[in-house]
Structures are given as C-alpha cells and as structure tokens.
C-alpha cells in the first residue's frame, strides 16, 4: 500500500464555516506534510510533522490549524477563511524527516470559500 | 515569493520523440532532488531522485542529470508517449535545518500525436 488518501476530494466552505480536511496513510511514514497549491504554481508547504510532532509551520495564518492525532492520521482544521484561500490542499508522507526518501502524495481537497 | 507569471513554461513535442525539462535551482546547501509528474487534478507522482553525490541517474526511460555548480537539474524522457503529458516539477531539499521539499516553478509537456 503506497496510498495517501485525502478526504474530501472537494469542500465548498463559507468565510464562517469550520471545516477539516483529512489525510490518512499506512506506509508506517514517520513524517507527514501540508502543502498549498494555486493553479498553474507549485504547492507551498504549510506544515511539517515528524513523529507526530509539529517540525516546521512556514508561518501559516492561524485560521489553519494542523493536527496529527496519530502516526497514520493528519488533519488540517480549517476557520473563516478568505476566498484567497482557495486552493488545492495537497497531504504527503515520506518514511522519516532525516532521510532522502520521496514524499508520496495525495490526490489533494480541491477547496472554495465562498 | 516573487510572481513568475499566470502562465506555466511549456515544451511541446511530438510523439517518440525524446524531452528534456531543466530546473534551476536555488540553494547551495540542497542535497536531495526529486522530478515530479503532475497530471491534471491529480497530485504529484514520484518520477525520478537523485542525490548530490551523484551527476546523473537512469530509470525506465527517465535520465535525471544533475549539474551541482551552476545548480541545474535535468529530466530527460526517451520516446515521449501521449500519457507524458503533465506538469513536471523539480523539488530539492536541504541537507540540514529545513528538511522539507520546496518545489520550482514547474513546466508543463504537451505531446503531440
């Protein structure tokens, strides 16, 4: 199983709304990642967990939350957002932080704010 | 960062012929790089890595060059098929400190039958 999943595929959310995306992988990866991508850029990376811990936050607004409960789970929580926020919310995992390894990635939460 | 444009570089070739996608990138201190295939809607997909001990490394039909002194990064696809059709995407990482991919700006393949 070389699968991350996200879920949903796609949320429409309005600026008052509280949502939360969420990724899942069962590599036995170590190291999970948040990352943003617009149309026709590369995702930026948001966050880093390693071993369940918050490694790196790439000065991300609060109004995106990151949370991993467990060491196949991550979830991204999401308050009133902006329309700027739009975005392809990409989740990856890679076996751990220390190593070259690849990042494997998900297929992404297509996300509108309305 | 700086905006590079709404518009991605885009290399357009026909059918069996061979591609080559180049990245510059930025960080010295960079000792992992990876080439990722992005197909419409989808998330990226693992193509090729390579280490900087390395110049050079083969796959299936996927040859990544890497040139650390003018740091440049090369993909080159032999007999380019319709299904190579994407948005190709370097990401390099650091040896030290920040140990997260950081993507290029990306270059979209058009192959024409």
């Known amino acids: 199983d070389t699968e991350v999943t996200q879920t949903p595929k796609h949320l429409v959310m309005g600026m008052t709304n509280k949502k939360s995306l969420k990724c899942e992988q069962h590599?036995?990866?170590?190291?999970m990642y948040w990352y943003k991508q617009k149309a026709k850029k590369p995702p930026e990376l948001m966050f880093v967990y390693s071993y369940e811990k918050l490694s790196i936050n790439e000065s991300v607004p609060s109004r995106f939350s990151p949370e991993c409960p467990n060491s196949s789970l991550l979830n991204l929580h999401l308050h009133a957002l902006q329309p700027e926020d739009s975005a392809l919310y990409l989740c990856?995992?890679?076996?751990?932080?220390?190593?070259?390894?690849?990042?494997?990635f998900g297929q992404g939460t297509r996300l509108t704010v309305v | 960062g700086e905006n590079v444009g709404l518009h991605l570089p885009t290399l357009s070739v026909q059918e069996g012929d061979n591609s080559i996608i180049n990245c510059a990138y930025s960080n010295s201190a960079s000792d992992y790089f990876i080439w990722y295939k992005q197909e419409s809607g989808k998330g990226p997909q693992f193509i090729i890595d390579?280490?900087?001990?390395?110049d050079k490394r083969q796959g299936q039909r996927v040859t990544v060059l890497l040139n650390k002194t003018v740091k440049h990064l090369s993909l080159q696809i032999a007999a380019t098929q319709p299904g190579d059709s994407a948005v190709y995407f370097c990401?390099?990482?650091?040896?030290?400190?920040?140990?997260?991919?950081?993507f290029g700006s990306g270059t979209r393949l058009q192959v024409q039958p």
């Open positions: 390579i280490r900087s001990n390395m």
């Open positions: 990401a390099e990482r650091m040896d030290t400190g920040r140990r997260a991919l950081t």
């Open positions: 590599m036995g990866h170590r190291a």
């Open positions: 990856a995992s890679s076996q751990l932080l220390e190593t070259d390894t690849e990042a494997f």
